[in-house]
């Protein structure tokens, strides 16, 4: 019974450094830095990412900053969306203001357009495939 104990004290403490390697590769620039902040060697993070269930946490946790990353951005988005708007209503902004941000508008307009269209082609795509 205290070897199994001593194993999963031991797995919960590795599952914890898995962790801090998970965080640490995710703010740190390079897999030294992070082997360091995360206190343990090159060599071990390295075999770590070779694991599949390891791969999967850290795959998640990118995949969790870039969701986060872009729901910033989407409100940023409203914001400047907003901002355009103002600069093309002010009947005191300069011309070229004016133009230029309407010009920004339509791009942006444009570009949304072609997305969802692509996204709603992929999904029919994708659709037909299943049957």
């Known amino acids: 019974m205290r070897a199994t104990r001593c194993q999963q004290v031991t797995q919960t403490g590795k599952a914890r450094q898995m962790d801090a ?14 082997a360091e902040q995360c206190q343990v060697s090159r060599r071990t993070l390295h075999r770590w990412m070779k694991h599949e ?4 946490q850290y795959d998640a946790a990118k995949k969790g900053l870039l969701n986060g990353a872009i729901n910033r951005l989407r409100m ?18 300069p011309v070229s203001s004016a133009v230029f941000a309407s010009g920004k508008v339509y791009d942006l ?23």
């Open 21 to 34: 390697a998970i965080q640490s590769l995710l703010t740190c620039r390079t897999i030294v830095e992070a």
């Open 53 to 56: 269930r390891f791969k999967r």
């Open 76 to 93: 940023a988005g409203f914001d400047a969306g907003e901002r355009l708007h103002e600069v093309i209503k002010d009947k005191d902004a």
């Open 109 to 131: 307009l444009l570009k949304a357009t072609e997305i969802e269209d692509l996204s709603e082609r992929l999904d029919k795509l994708e659709r037909s495939l299943q049957k």
